[in-house]
Structures are given as C-alpha cells and as structure tokens.
C-alpha cells in the first residue's frame, strides 16, 4: 500500500484473498503511474519484508521504474508513516466490522482510504486533506480554519467574560494584563478577604515574574 511521504496521500492499494509476490508488483506499477511527473524516479520506502524483498520486485526495481530504499537497511529511520496507517486501518476500522469475506473487506478499505484521502483534515497540514496537499489545492485552508478559529472564539466570550479575564489567576492559564497594582478603596485588606452582598472581594498573589497582583471583583 504505497503512499506519498509529503502528503500521506495512499497512492495505490490491493486486497487478495492470496498473499503472493506479484499483488506487491502491481500495487507498485500502479503507484507509479499515478504519481505527479518528476524528473527524477520515484523512491519506495519499505522495510525487508517478504512481500517488498523477492524476485518478482527485485525485476521490477531493475527495470528502472522504481527505487528501492529499505528502512533500517539503507538508511537510518524506518517507514513508519505508512506502518502507523495501516495500523489505524485495522484496529480502527476494519476491526469492528465481520471481516466475512474479501468483498467485505474490499468495501471497508475503498471507504477508509477514500475518507483519509478526500475528507480527512491532518494536523500536520493545518487542516489541509492529503489530497489537497498532494494536488496543491490546499493553500488557503490554514488561513481560513484560523479565521473562522477566531470568529467562534469571540462568539463564545461574552464581554463580562473578557473583563474578569483580565484579572485571572496565572494557574488558569488566562492574561494578566491591566490588572490593578494597588487595591480600589472599596477592596478590603488582607491576602484574601472577601464579604457578601454589594460589598467587593479582594484576592492578591505574586505572578510569575514575583510581582504582586491584586485582583477586586462585585
């Protein structure tokens, strides 16, 4: 199941119902004639297993359509791109399904690798789908998710929200800015004296600099 390391795009996939040498060739000449034009041939990154390492692949790899890099072999880092991949196709899809039959398991792999290709945001891409990274149609994605990002955040916090968060405590993770640095007249005295009714509350602490804050509140 060879993929694009840039974009994690899943290039080409085959479910058999035969674990055979020639499935990994035409999985293979597939991905490669998918792949965008480039001026140099394309690497494959697979570990040494059987299905990657055998006479069937080696004469293909020798045709000069493909070349081969083992993981751990010819170099230092593995593929573990495509290895946690597959993984989350077993254990989080495949897995809860009756795997009754190839068809059935056919039907699920065209499902799970159309939605990662085609609906799925990445992280890593701030947002942007594999298929829009490996087509670059995908450029004003990040901008617009930090957009709309912003918009519903300042949906969500009300105006009195935004005035007590000026005074917040550090360990809320909320700014200290415009806090007094002397307490109003109406703010009692004392590290943390508090009363009821109309009358104030005065709570005082260091910040993280060692600088005393006091924060009066209704």
Same mark, same amino acid.
């Given at each position: 199941?060879?993929?694009?390391?840039?974009?994690?795009?899943?290039?080409?996939?085959?479910? =058999?119902?035969?674990?055979?040498?020639?499935?990994?060739?035409?999985?293979?000449?597939?991905?490669?004639?998918?792949?965008? +034009?480039?001026?140099? /041939?394309? *690497?494959?990154?697979? &570990?040494?297993?059987?299905?990657?390492?055998?006479?069937?692949?080696?004469?293909?790899?020798?045709?000069?359509?493909?070349?081969?890099?083992?993981?751990?072999?010819?170099?230092?880092?593995?593929? %573990?791109?495509?290895?946690?991949?597959?993984?989350?196709?077993?254990?989080?899809?495949?897995?809860? @399904?009756?795997?009754?039959?190839?068809?059935?398991?056919?039907?699920?792999?065209?499902?799970?690798?159309?939605?990662?290709?085609?609906?799925?945001?990445? %992280? =890593?891409?701030?947002?942007? /789908?594999?298929?829009?990274?490996?087509?670059?149609?995908?450029?004003?994605?990040?901008? &617009?998710?930090?957009?709309?990002?912003?918009?519903?955040?300042?949906?969500?916090?009300?105006?009195?929200?935004?005035?007590?968060?000026?005074?917040?405590? +550090?360990?809320? @993770?909320?700014?200290?800015?415009?806090?007094?640095?002397?307490?109003?007249?109406?703010? /009692?005295?004392?590290?943390?004296?508090?009363?009821?009714?109309?009358?104030?509350?005065? *709570?005082?602490?260091?910040?993280?600099?060692?600088?005393?804050?006091?924060?009066?509140?209704?």
């Amino acid at each position: 199941m060879p993929s694009s390391t840039n974009s994690r795009r899943i290039l080409a996939w085959r479910v =058999a119902d035969t674990f055979a040498p020639g499935n990994s060739v035409a999985v293979l000449v597939e991905a490669s004639r998918g792949a965008t +034009p480039s001026a140099t /041939t394309p *690497v494959v990154l697979s &570990d040494a297993g059987v299905e990657n390492v055998n006479a069937q692949v080696d004469e293909l790899i020798t045709t000069g359509v493909l070349r081969r890099v083992l993981a751990f072999t010819e170099l230092k880092f593995s593929n %573990s791109m495509i290895e946690a991949w597959w993984r989350s196709l077993k254990h989080q899809w495949l897995f809860l @399904h009756s795997l009754d039959s190839v068809t059935t398991v056919h039907r699920l792999v065209t499902f799970y690798v159309d939605q990662h290709n085609r609906v799925l945001p990445h %992280s =890593a891409f701030h947002g942007q /789908t594999p298929d829009e990274m490996y087509f670059g149609t995908g450029d004003p994605v990040p901008k &617009d998710l930090l957009s709309r990002a912003s918009a519903a955040r300042r949906t969500r916090v009300k105006p009195t929200d935004r005035r007590r968060a000026r005074c917040a405590r +550090p360990h809320d @993770h909320r700014v200290l800015t415009d806090c007094p640095t002397e307490p109003p007249r109406a703010c /009692t005295s004392g590290s943390a004296a508090r009363r009821t009714g109309n009358r104030v509350a005065r *709570v005082d602490w260091q910040n993280a600099a060692g600088n005393k804050v006091v924060a009066c509140s209704n």
